[in-house]
T-cell receptor
Framework: EAQVTQNPRYLITVTGKKLTVTCSQN?????MSWYRQDPGLGLRQIYY???????DKGDVPEGYKVSRKEKRNFPLILESPSPNQTSLYFC??????????????FGSGTQLSVL | GEDVEQSLFLSVREGDSSVINCTYT??????LYWYKQEPGAGLQLLTY?????DMKQDQRLTVLLNKKDKHLSLRIADTQTGDSAIYFC?????????????FGTGTKLQVIP
């Protein structure tokens, strides 16, 4: 089944403790992206990747890192989480480079709470 | 930068039509989308419209695009309780690049039985 898998679904951590949220897709998609969803703000893009070893900042990249060593994986790293990073995070992927209408496939989300 | 705005909440009775509205600022948008988010789940694409179209119909869904006013709407005919969800409007570049998809704040649709 074609899907985007994020782990974990729920995570509670403390300020400053490094964490990684994993994202994996099995559709051989080139494009992958991370979003955070906050009430009243919709989805905001954190980072995206056009292909292996190609990543770029979205609208709200501060406090986050990503890597794209393999096509299928796109982990989101919070080196020193802070309470303002408490949010619902979504990974998404799509085929191609945005030159035609490709839909985004979303993971089920990771609810992160930073205490 | 690009901006996409929606009202936050809409309540309708089962069987009525729902109309969810969206305004955007990027006049060079190529594609505009409607995504649906059910509770506890990620977003799923409902429908999309290319910027040179005025209207698109897909079963119970009708998308209207007024490019002059930068206004997009989603009409759901015969709304059912299973339509209760958050609906996101989104637009794709090229102002922000073809890879940039900007989402609205989402409209929570509540269907009353």
């Amino acid at each position: 089944e074609a899907q985007v898998t994020q782990n974990p679904r729920y995570l509670i951590t403390v300020t400053g403790k490094k964490l990684t949220v994993t994202c994996s897709q099995n559709m051989n998609h080139e494009y992958m992206s991370w979003y955070r969803q906050d009430p009243g703000l919709g989805l905001r893009q954190i980072y995206y990747s056009m292909n292996v070893e190609v990543t770029d900042k979205g609208d709200v990249p501060e406090g986050y890192k990503v890597s794209r060593k393999e096509k299928r994986n796109f982990p989101l790293i919070l080196e020193s989480p802070s309470p303002n990073q408490t949010s619902l995070y979504f990974c998404a992927s799509s085929n191609g480079q945005g030159r035609s209408n490709e839909k985004l496939f979303f993971g089920s989300g990771t609810q992160l709470s930073v205490l | 930068g690009e901006d996409v705005e929606q009202s936050l909440f809409l309540s309708v009775r089962e069987g009525d039509s729902s109309v969810i509205n969206c305004t955007y600022t990027d006049s060079s948008s190529t594609y505009l989308y409607w995504y649906k988010q059910e509770p506890g789940a990620g977003l799923q694409l409902l429908t999309y419209i290319f910027s040179n179209m005025d209207m698109k119909q897909d079963q119970r869904l009708t998308v209207l695009l007024n490019k002059k006013d930068k206004h997009l709407s989603l009409r759901i005919a015969d709304t059912q309780t299973g339509d209760s969800a958050i609906y996101f409007c989104a637009e794709r570049g090229p102002s922000g690049g073809y890879q940039k998809v900007t989402f609205g704040t989402g409209t929570k649709l509540q269907v009353i039985p």
